[in-house]
């Protein structure tokens, strides 16, 4: 059965940082790409950073570009997500999601529970 399992959010001042993981069991890591997503209340969930596994190519959403940063350790099939300069607009529950690849427009075959990241500030 696959497993998707966030852990690392909380409350943050505005400027912080914080370090999402989401560790993955059930499939083949190699073969898939993991994707961050988070969803603001009332408003539509996003798709902000992505990683092929297989060659660690990675993407992100304009939001969040040049202060996140996805990573992969292929030991621990776990991808991190590091939040730099955070600002209060990153406030969401974040999800990773087991996806087909990073590019075109690729189904989510699992979610994660999601994890809350509030920022204040």
């Known amino acids: 059965e696959v497993q998707l399992v966030e852990s690392g959010g909380g409350l943050v001042q505005a400027g912080g940082s914080l370090r999402l993981s989401c560790a993955a069991s059930?499939?083949?890591?190699?073969?898939?790409?993991i994707a961050w997503f988070r969803q603001a209340p009332e408003k539509e969930r996003e798709g902000i950073s992505c990683?092929?596994?297989?060659?660690?190519?990675?993407y992100y959403g304009d939001s969040v570009k040049g202060r996140f940063t996805i990573s992969s350790d292929n030991a621990k099939n776990t991808v991190y997500l590091q939040m730099n300069s955070l600002k209060p607009e990153d406030t969401a529950v974040y999800y990773c999601?087991?996806?087909?690849?990073?590019?075109?427009?690729?189904?989510?075959?699992?979610w994660g529970q999601g994890t809350q990241v509030t920022v204040s500030s």
């Open positions: 999601a087991l996806v087909g690849g990073c590019t075109g427009a690729p189904g989510v075959y699992w």
């Open positions: 990683i092929t596994n297989r060659d660690d190519a990675t």
């Open positions: 059930g499939f083949t890591f190699d073969d898939y790409a």
